[in-house]
């Protein structure tokens, strides 16, 4: 079994960054694909930004490209997301996924096998 665990949420201002880490124990899947997804309140659990273990390869979502940057670090068998500029409506909890590698980048929830516990990220205005 694969697990996954986040860290690094808290509570910021508008405007500020911070750095969401996932460190990935157990079992662990040969290059995965790694995916950061976010759900607010009431809404449907969100895409946010996807890396390929095997290449480095990234792809984000529109509404936070230029804006975060999602990283892995092999020593350590993290995936790191970098958010700046939060904004208010990004208040949610930021959930790490995995899945085994595939050609193309996936988005939705239901294509990755593995999820850790979430972490919250709270944006004040």
């Known amino acids: 079994q694969v697990q996954l665990v986040e860290s690094g949420g808290g509570l910021v201002q508008a405007g500020d960054s911070l750095r969401l880490s996932c460190a990935a124990s157990?079992?662990?899947?040969?290059?995965?694909?790694m995916g950061w997804f976010r759900q607010a309140p009431g809404k449907e659990r969100e895409f946010v930004a996807a890396i390929k273990w095997r290449n480095d390869n990234t792809y984000y979502a529109d509404s936070v490209r230029g804006r975060f940057t999602i990283s892995r670090d092999n020593a350590k068998n993290t995936v790191d997301l970098q958010m700046n500029s939060l904004k208010p409506e990004e208040t949610a909890v930021y959930y790490c996924?995995?899945?085994?590698?595939?050609?193309?980048?996936?988005?939705?929830?239901?294509?990755?096998?593995?999820w850790g516990q979430g972490t919250q990220v709270t944006v004040s205005s």
């Open positions: 157990g079992r662990t899947l040969s290059s995965p694909d």
């Open positions: 996924a995995a899945r085994p590698p595939a050609p193309g980048y996936y988005t939705d929830p239901r294509d990755y096998d593995y």
